[in-house]
Protein backbone atom coordinates (compact mmCIF):
# COMPACT_ATOMS: atom_id res chain seq x y z
CA UNK A 1 0.00 0.00 0.00
CA UNK A 2 2.98 2.43 1.15
CA UNK A 3 4.68 1.14 -1.92
CA UNK A 4 1.68 1.99 -4.41
CA UNK A 5 1.25 5.70 -2.73
CA UNK A 6 4.83 5.87 -3.69
CA UNK A 7 5.35 5.54 -7.25
CA UNK A 8 3.19 8.17 -8.98
CA UNK A 9 5.65 10.72 -6.58
CA UNK A 10 8.48 8.90 -8.04
CA UNK A 11 7.18 9.06 -11.04
CA UNK A 12 6.44 12.66 -11.38
CA UNK A 13 9.80 12.98 -9.43
CA UNK A 14 11.61 11.24 -12.77
CA UNK A 15 8.95 13.19 -15.38
CA UNK A 16 10.24 16.42 -13.90
CA UNK A 17 13.33 15.54 -13.32
CA UNK A 18 13.62 14.83 -17.12
CA UNK A 19 11.65 18.40 -17.41
CA UNK A 20 14.23 20.26 -15.99
CA UNK A 21 16.82 18.62 -17.46
CA UNK A 22 15.70 19.14 -20.81
CA UNK A 23 14.85 23.24 -19.95
CA UNK A 24 18.52 23.33 -18.74
CA UNK A 25 20.35 21.66 -21.43
CA UNK A 26 17.93 22.98 -24.46
CA UNK A 27 15.76 25.48 -23.45
CA UNK A 28 18.18 28.07 -21.36
CA UNK A 29 21.07 26.02 -21.34
CA UNK A 30 23.90 28.01 -19.54
CA UNK A 31 25.58 30.38 -22.06
CA UNK A 32 29.35 30.93 -21.84
CA UNK A 33 30.31 34.40 -23.25
CA UNK A 34 33.08 34.92 -21.35
CA UNK A 35 35.53 32.04 -22.51
CA UNK A 36 39.42 31.59 -22.72
CA UNK A 37 40.99 31.15 -25.81
CA UNK A 38 41.42 27.36 -24.93
CA UNK A 39 37.89 26.47 -25.41
CA UNK A 40 38.18 27.48 -29.42
CA UNK A 41 37.44 25.52 -32.26
CA UNK A 42 40.69 24.07 -33.59
CA UNK A 43 40.58 26.50 -36.89
CA UNK A 44 40.17 29.23 -34.82
CA UNK A 45 43.04 28.21 -31.51
CA UNK A 46 45.42 27.55 -34.93
CA UNK A 47 44.39 31.37 -36.17
CA UNK A 48 45.05 32.52 -32.92
CA UNK A 49 48.38 30.42 -32.33
CA UNK A 50 49.16 32.07 -35.78
CA UNK A 51 48.75 35.81 -34.32
CA UNK A 52 50.58 35.04 -31.48
CA UNK A 53 53.01 34.34 -33.66
CA UNK A 54 52.83 37.32 -35.98
CA UNK A 55 52.63 39.59 -32.71
CA UNK A 56 55.68 38.01 -31.72
CA UNK A 57 57.97 38.73 -34.75
CA UNK A 58 57.03 42.19 -34.78
CA UNK A 59 57.38 42.70 -31.34
CA UNK A 60 59.86 40.14 -30.15
CA UNK A 61 58.64 40.17 -27.15
CA UNK A 62 59.14 36.64 -25.36
CA UNK A 63 57.56 36.83 -21.97
CA UNK A 64 54.23 38.12 -23.69
CA UNK A 65 54.24 35.70 -26.32
CA UNK A 66 54.82 33.11 -23.84
CA UNK A 67 52.07 33.94 -21.85
CA UNK A 68 49.86 33.87 -24.37
CA UNK A 69 50.65 30.54 -25.30
CA UNK A 70 50.21 29.53 -21.75
CA UNK A 71 46.51 30.13 -21.88
CA UNK A 72 46.37 26.74 -24.05
CA UNK A 73 48.47 24.82 -21.56
CA UNK A 74 50.37 23.05 -24.40
CA UNK A 75 53.24 20.86 -23.01
CA UNK A 76 55.20 21.24 -26.38
CA UNK A 77 54.23 24.64 -27.92
CA UNK A 78 57.49 24.68 -29.53
CA UNK A 79 56.61 21.22 -31.61
CA UNK A 80 52.80 22.41 -31.94
CA UNK A 81 53.67 25.86 -33.36
CA UNK A 82 56.36 24.07 -35.83
CA UNK A 83 53.85 22.12 -37.44
CA UNK A 84 51.39 24.66 -37.57
CA UNK A 85 53.88 26.03 -39.52
CA UNK A 86 54.12 23.52 -42.03
CA UNK A 87 50.27 22.81 -42.13
CA UNK A 88 49.85 26.49 -43.00
CA UNK A 89 52.24 26.78 -45.80
CA UNK A 90 50.80 23.54 -47.03
CA UNK A 91 47.46 25.38 -46.52
CA UNK A 92 48.16 27.91 -48.97
CA UNK A 93 48.76 30.94 -46.39
CA UNK A 94 51.33 32.95 -46.79
CA UNK A 95 54.91 32.67 -46.01
CA UNK A 96 55.42 35.02 -43.99
CA UNK A 97 52.92 33.56 -41.56
CA UNK A 98 54.77 30.40 -41.46
CA UNK A 99 57.89 31.82 -40.85
CA UNK A 100 56.88 33.85 -38.35
CA UNK A 101 55.39 30.58 -36.69
CA UNK A 102 58.34 28.74 -37.45
CA UNK A 103 60.67 32.13 -35.59
CA UNK A 104 58.43 31.56 -32.54
CA UNK A 105 58.80 27.45 -32.39
CA UNK A 106 62.97 28.03 -32.84
CA UNK A 107 62.77 31.13 -30.26
CA UNK A 108 60.87 28.48 -27.63
CA UNK A 109 63.08 25.48 -29.07
CA UNK A 110 66.39 27.28 -27.76
CA UNK A 111 64.73 27.94 -24.24
CA UNK A 112 64.38 24.25 -22.31
CA UNK A 113 65.24 25.66 -19.38
CA UNK A 114 62.81 28.56 -17.66
CA UNK A 115 64.47 31.91 -18.22
CA UNK A 116 63.97 34.97 -16.11
CA UNK A 117 60.39 36.63 -16.55
CA UNK A 118 60.80 40.15 -16.62
CA UNK A 119 57.50 41.62 -14.50
CA UNK A 120 55.45 41.57 -18.05
CA UNK A 121 52.00 42.31 -18.05
CA UNK A 122 50.17 39.38 -17.40
CA UNK A 123 47.40 37.74 -19.10
CA UNK A 124 44.85 36.19 -16.29
CA UNK A 125 44.32 32.19 -16.04
CA UNK A 126 41.66 32.58 -13.35
CA UNK A 127 38.27 33.63 -14.89
CA UNK A 128 37.38 35.98 -11.88
CA UNK A 129 40.36 37.45 -12.48
CA UNK A 130 40.66 40.87 -14.13
CA UNK A 131 43.90 41.47 -16.67
CA UNK A 132 47.08 43.23 -14.75
CA UNK A 133 48.29 45.22 -17.17
CA UNK A 134 48.96 48.26 -14.99
CA UNK A 135 52.27 47.74 -14.73
CA UNK A 136 54.28 49.00 -17.80
CA UNK A 137 55.37 46.62 -20.14
CA UNK A 138 59.30 46.77 -19.97
CA UNK A 139 60.43 46.93 -23.80
CA UNK A 140 61.76 43.54 -24.32
CA UNK A 141 64.69 44.87 -26.77
CA UNK A 142 66.73 47.24 -25.11
CA UNK A 143 68.68 46.10 -22.09
CA UNK A 144 67.70 46.23 -18.73
CA UNK A 145 69.52 45.42 -15.75
CA UNK A 146 72.64 43.29 -15.56
CA UNK A 147 71.49 42.14 -12.70
CA UNK A 148 67.93 40.84 -14.20
CA UNK A 149 69.38 38.03 -16.99
CA UNK A 150 66.55 38.42 -19.85
CA UNK A 151 67.07 37.21 -23.14
CA UNK A 152 67.48 39.25 -26.19
CA UNK A 153 66.21 36.67 -29.25
CA UNK A 154 69.56 36.02 -31.43
CA UNK A 155 69.18 37.75 -34.87
CA UNK A 156 69.07 34.62 -37.18
CA UNK A 157 72.26 36.54 -38.95
CA UNK A 158 74.22 36.42 -35.67
CA UNK A 159 74.03 32.73 -35.59
CA UNK A 160 77.51 30.59 -36.19
CA UNK A 161 76.99 27.39 -38.23
CA UNK A 162 79.37 24.81 -38.68
CA UNK A 163 79.18 21.81 -41.10
CA UNK A 164 79.53 18.85 -38.83
CA UNK A 165 79.43 16.16 -41.66
CA UNK A 166 78.13 15.84 -45.30
CA UNK A 167 76.95 12.12 -46.48
CA UNK A 168 75.22 10.65 -49.66
CA UNK A 169 72.31 8.75 -48.07
CA UNK A 170 71.24 5.65 -50.21
CA UNK A 171 68.10 5.41 -48.80
CA UNK A 172 65.69 3.80 -51.39
CA UNK A 173 62.02 4.69 -49.49
CA UNK A 174 63.07 8.26 -50.27
CA UNK A 175 61.66 9.10 -53.67
CA UNK A 176 63.04 11.78 -54.51
CA UNK A 177 66.72 12.77 -54.37
CA UNK A 178 66.73 15.69 -51.06
CA UNK A 179 69.33 17.80 -49.92
CA UNK A 180 68.66 17.20 -46.04
CA UNK A 181 69.80 19.33 -43.70
CA UNK A 182 70.11 18.66 -39.50
CA UNK A 183 70.81 22.01 -37.61
CA UNK A 184 71.71 21.79 -33.81
CA UNK A 185 71.93 24.01 -31.44
CA UNK A 186 75.28 24.69 -29.80
CA UNK A 187 73.75 22.10 -26.93
CA UNK A 188 73.11 19.73 -29.93
CA UNK A 189 69.32 20.24 -29.54
CA UNK A 190 67.60 20.47 -33.20
CA UNK A 191 67.03 23.76 -34.06
CA UNK A 192 63.70 24.64 -36.10
CA UNK A 193 63.51 27.99 -38.02
CA UNK A 194 66.49 28.18 -39.94
CA UNK A 195 66.80 29.38 -43.11
CA UNK A 196 68.76 26.97 -45.75
CA UNK A 197 69.55 28.78 -48.81
CA UNK A 198 69.98 26.16 -52.09
CA UNK A 199 71.84 28.44 -55.16
CA UNK A 200 72.48 26.42 -58.25
CA UNK A 201 73.64 27.65 -62.19
CA UNK A 202 70.47 29.12 -62.90
CA UNK A 203 68.67 30.20 -59.92
CA UNK A 204 68.06 29.76 -55.87
CA UNK A 205 65.20 28.47 -53.63
CA UNK A 206 65.59 28.20 -49.87
CA UNK A 207 63.99 25.96 -47.12
CA UNK A 208 63.24 26.24 -43.61
CA UNK A 209 63.92 23.58 -40.76
CA UNK A 210 61.50 22.51 -38.44
CA UNK A 211 58.23 22.49 -41.20
CA UNK A 212 57.74 18.69 -40.85
CA UNK A 213 58.14 17.90 -36.85
CA UNK A 214 57.85 14.63 -37.36
CA UNK A 215 61.43 14.12 -38.22
CA UNK A 216 63.21 16.64 -36.05
CA UNK A 217 62.37 19.93 -35.20
CA UNK A 218 65.94 20.99 -36.55
CA UNK A 219 65.32 19.12 -40.00
CA UNK A 220 64.91 20.16 -43.14
CA UNK A 221 65.22 19.14 -46.96
CA UNK A 222 64.90 20.37 -50.92
CA UNK A 223 64.17 18.30 -54.03
CA UNK A 224 67.05 18.52 -56.04
CA UNK A 225 66.96 17.45 -59.85
CA UNK A 226 69.29 15.24 -61.77
CA UNK A 227 72.18 16.73 -63.27
CA UNK A 228 72.21 19.69 -61.64
CA UNK A 229 74.45 20.55 -58.79
CA UNK A 230 73.66 22.42 -55.92
CA UNK A 231 75.35 24.70 -53.31
CA UNK A 232 73.11 24.92 -49.64
CA UNK A 233 74.30 27.70 -47.23
CA UNK A 234 72.79 28.43 -43.77
CA UNK A 235 71.10 31.97 -44.20
CA UNK A 236 73.42 34.69 -43.03
CA UNK A 237 76.48 31.93 -42.66
CA UNK A 238 79.58 32.18 -44.67
CA UNK A 239 80.07 28.55 -45.19
CA UNK A 240 78.87 27.68 -48.51
CA UNK A 241 79.14 23.47 -48.71
CA UNK A 242 79.12 22.66 -52.50
CA UNK A 243 79.43 20.00 -54.93
CA UNK A 244 75.69 18.72 -53.70
CA UNK A 245 74.15 16.75 -56.57
CA UNK A 246 72.37 13.24 -56.83
CA UNK A 247 74.36 10.59 -56.90
CA UNK A 248 73.63 6.94 -58.41
CA UNK A 249 73.04 4.49 -55.48
CA UNK A 250 72.50 0.85 -56.43
CA UNK A 251 69.63 -1.19 -53.80
CA UNK A 252 70.05 -4.83 -53.14
CA UNK A 253 68.41 -5.86 -56.33
CA UNK A 254 71.31 -4.15 -58.67
CA UNK A 255 68.48 -1.48 -59.56
CA UNK A 256 69.96 2.67 -59.56
CA UNK A 257 68.29 4.99 -58.26
CA UNK A 258 69.21 8.98 -56.90
CA UNK A 259 70.60 9.49 -53.49
CA UNK A 260 70.12 12.22 -51.16
CA UNK A 261 72.70 14.41 -49.04
CA UNK A 262 72.28 15.04 -45.56
CA UNK A 263 74.18 17.91 -44.30
CA UNK A 264 74.46 18.34 -40.25
CA UNK A 265 75.11 21.63 -38.78
CA UNK A 266 75.91 22.54 -35.43
CA UNK A 267 75.48 25.94 -33.88
CA UNK A 268 79.20 27.06 -32.54
CA UNK A 269 79.46 28.83 -29.58
CA UNK A 270 80.67 32.40 -29.74
CA UNK A 271 82.44 34.27 -26.83
CA UNK B 1 1.63 13.83 -8.11
CA UNK B 2 2.23 17.74 -8.27
CA UNK B 3 5.24 18.17 -5.47
CA UNK B 4 6.77 15.34 -7.31
CA UNK B 5 7.22 17.09 -10.73
CA UNK B 6 7.75 20.51 -9.01
CA UNK B 7 10.79 18.67 -7.43
CA UNK B 8 11.89 16.64 -10.38
CA UNK B 9 11.80 19.95 -11.98
CA UNK B 10 13.76 21.71 -10.30
CA UNK B 11 16.30 18.88 -9.52
CA UNK B 12 16.27 18.61 -13.20
CA UNK B 13 17.27 22.14 -13.53
CA UNK B 14 19.22 22.47 -10.73
CA UNK B 15 21.31 20.07 -12.46
CA UNK B 16 21.82 21.03 -15.83
CA UNK B 17 22.37 24.29 -14.93
CA UNK B 18 25.15 23.79 -11.90
CA UNK B 19 26.02 20.28 -11.69
CA UNK B 20 26.38 18.82 -15.59
CA UNK B 21 25.91 22.31 -17.42
CA UNK B 22 26.72 22.16 -20.90
CA UNK B 23 30.26 22.43 -22.13
CA UNK B 24 31.22 24.58 -24.93
CA UNK B 25 34.32 23.22 -26.24
CA UNK B 26 34.40 24.63 -29.85
CA UNK B 27 33.68 28.11 -29.48
CA UNK B 28 34.70 30.98 -31.56
CA UNK B 29 36.76 34.06 -30.43
CA UNK B 30 33.67 36.44 -30.76
CA UNK B 31 32.58 34.73 -27.83
CA UNK B 32 36.26 35.80 -25.62
CA UNK B 33 35.66 37.06 -22.48
CA UNK B 34 36.28 40.76 -22.81
CA UNK B 35 40.27 40.74 -21.61
CA UNK B 36 41.11 37.89 -23.88
CA UNK B 37 39.32 39.92 -26.72
CA UNK B 38 41.50 42.89 -25.71
CA UNK B 39 44.63 41.05 -26.13
CA UNK B 40 43.59 39.68 -29.19
CA UNK B 41 43.13 43.07 -30.95
CA UNK B 42 46.30 44.03 -29.24
CA UNK B 43 48.03 41.08 -30.84
CA UNK B 44 46.32 42.17 -34.34
CA UNK B 45 48.09 45.71 -33.46
CA UNK B 46 51.04 44.59 -32.38
CA UNK B 47 51.33 41.89 -36.21
CA UNK B 48 50.03 45.00 -38.20
CA UNK B 49 52.69 47.20 -36.51
CA UNK B 50 54.90 45.01 -37.76
CA UNK B 51 53.63 43.76 -40.84
CA UNK B 52 51.71 46.94 -42.09
CA UNK B 53 48.85 45.01 -44.11
CA UNK B 54 45.43 46.50 -43.28
CA UNK B 55 43.94 44.21 -44.83
CA UNK B 56 44.88 41.59 -42.66
CA UNK B 57 44.44 42.89 -39.61
CA UNK B 58 40.93 43.37 -40.89
CA UNK B 59 40.52 39.51 -41.38
CA UNK B 60 41.46 39.05 -38.17
CA UNK B 61 39.72 40.87 -36.50
CA UNK B 62 36.56 40.07 -37.93
CA UNK B 63 36.90 37.11 -36.31
CA UNK B 64 35.85 38.94 -33.51
CA UNK B 65 32.15 39.21 -34.84
CA UNK B 66 30.22 41.01 -37.24
CA UNK B 67 30.96 44.86 -36.05
CA UNK B 68 33.21 46.78 -38.19
CA UNK B 69 37.14 46.47 -37.11
CA UNK B 70 37.16 50.04 -36.09
CA UNK B 71 34.64 49.26 -33.76
CA UNK B 72 36.10 46.71 -32.07
CA UNK B 73 39.53 48.20 -31.97
CA UNK B 74 37.40 51.44 -30.32
CA UNK B 75 36.09 48.70 -27.83
CA UNK B 76 39.60 47.21 -27.14
CA UNK B 77 41.05 51.13 -26.66
CA UNK B 78 38.45 52.06 -24.35
CA UNK B 79 39.11 48.28 -22.44
CA UNK B 80 42.34 49.49 -22.49
CA UNK B 81 42.39 52.54 -21.19
CA UNK B 82 39.89 51.55 -18.36
CA UNK B 83 42.39 48.75 -17.35
CA UNK B 84 45.48 50.82 -17.40
CA UNK B 85 47.40 48.98 -20.02
CA UNK B 86 51.23 50.04 -21.12
CA UNK B 87 51.22 53.25 -22.95
CA UNK B 88 53.11 51.39 -26.22
CA UNK B 89 50.54 49.03 -25.88
CA UNK B 90 47.66 51.91 -26.20
CA UNK B 91 50.14 53.35 -29.02
CA UNK B 92 49.79 50.53 -31.16
CA UNK B 93 45.95 50.12 -30.89
CA UNK B 94 45.93 53.85 -31.75
CA UNK B 95 48.19 52.92 -34.37
CA UNK B 96 45.77 50.36 -35.36
CA UNK B 97 42.42 52.20 -35.22
CA UNK B 98 44.24 55.56 -37.77
CA UNK B 99 45.08 52.71 -40.45
CA UNK B 100 41.71 51.52 -40.17
CA UNK B 101 40.54 54.78 -40.50
CA UNK B 102 42.31 55.98 -43.31
CA UNK B 103 42.09 52.51 -45.23
CA UNK B 104 39.29 52.53 -47.93
CA UNK B 105 39.45 49.98 -49.89
CA UNK B 106 37.95 51.60 -53.14
CA UNK B 107 40.28 53.93 -52.80
CA UNK B 108 42.65 51.23 -54.43
CA UNK B 109 40.18 51.56 -57.40
CA UNK B 110 41.08 53.71 -59.91
CA UNK B 111 39.14 55.78 -62.29
CA UNK B 112 39.93 55.84 -66.29
Known amino acids: MRRASLLPFVLSCVVGLAGG ?18 TLRADFKADYLAIIAAAFSSTEDLPRAQQRLDLFSDPDPARTLAALAQQRLAGGHSESEARALAQLASVLGEQPTPYVQTPVTSLPSDPTNTPDRRTPRPASRTPTSAAVPTRTPTPEAARVFELQSREIVCDPALLQPLVQAIILNTRGR ?20 GLKPELGLG ?8 GVTYAAQIAGSTELI ?17 GSWLLVFQQRSTP | MLPGLALGLLAGILLGWLVLPLEYVDTDPSSLRSDYRTDYVLMTAEAYAGEGDIELAQVRLAALGPQPPLEIVSQAIAYAEENEFGQSDLQVLNQLAVGLRSYSPTAEIESP
Open chain 1, 21 to 38: LYYAWQIDPVEYVDNAPD
Open chain 1, 190 to 209: NLPGIEVLVVWDSGQDHFFT
Open chain 1, 219 to 226: YGDFTMTE
Open chain 1, 242 to 258: TDLSAEACVDTGGEVYL
